[in-house]
């Protein structure tokens, strides 16, 4: 019966399992390399102790590449290193992170992003993210004098007044805002 080929997808005869003569030859000597002796009819009545002579030779007349089926995957627990873009910026970003500061060395980087700002209020969330880019693990905490303890990047900023001046949002909660201050 004439029918196309599930292999090759060419209108030709095919047996029971949908293959044509050349597509079945190569499924045969597929189940023989994946060792699948059950599956195989080809490997039907040769005695164990011969499998691995068969498979030997088809290897070495066919080569050790599949033909039809797809190699068989181990499987393996999932890569724990995702390949997503917000995950990619991740390693990026600390790999490009700076990893010993100083709480002077943060608070020019604060300075500079700020005075690199064309607005003279630049939304502190911005600064924030900034920092926290630029240095590894930033913990507000480990900033300032010995003995304080900032539980936020905006306490350990507005300690500062000297150099930096806050304002919140009157309408919005949350949303604060920096600039340098005069002096």
């Known amino acids: 019966m004439n029918a196309i080929c599930r292999g090759c997808d060419l209108l030709l005869p095919v047996n029971d399992l ?72 991740k390693r990026e970003i600390a790999a490009q992170a700076i990893r010993e500061y100083s709480t002077d060395d943060v608070l020019q980087a604060a300075h500079d992003f700020i005075q690199a700002q064309t607005e003279s209020w630049v939304n502190f969330s911005r600064v924030s993210q900034h920092l926290y880019e630029r240095f590894y693990h930033l913990k507000p905490k480990r900033l300032g004098a010995p003995g304080k303890k900032y539980k936020s990047l905006l306490k350990f900023i507005a300690d500062y007044p000297d150099r930096f001046q806050l304002r919140s949002e009157p309408d919005q909660r949350g949303v604060y805002w920096i600039r340098l201050s005069d002096g």
């Open 18 to 89: 949908g293959l044509c003569d050349d597509c079945y030859a190569r499924l045969e000597r597929d189940l023989i390399r994946m060792r699948d002796w059950e599956y195989s009819a080809d490997a039907f009545g040769v005695p164990d102790a011969q499998l691995e002579t068969l498979r030997d030779r088809v290897i070495r007349d066919y080569g050790a590449a599949y033909e039809l089926l797809e190699q068989p995957h181990e499987f393996k627990p999932k890569n724990k290193r995702s390949k997503s873009r917000a995950t990619q910026r």
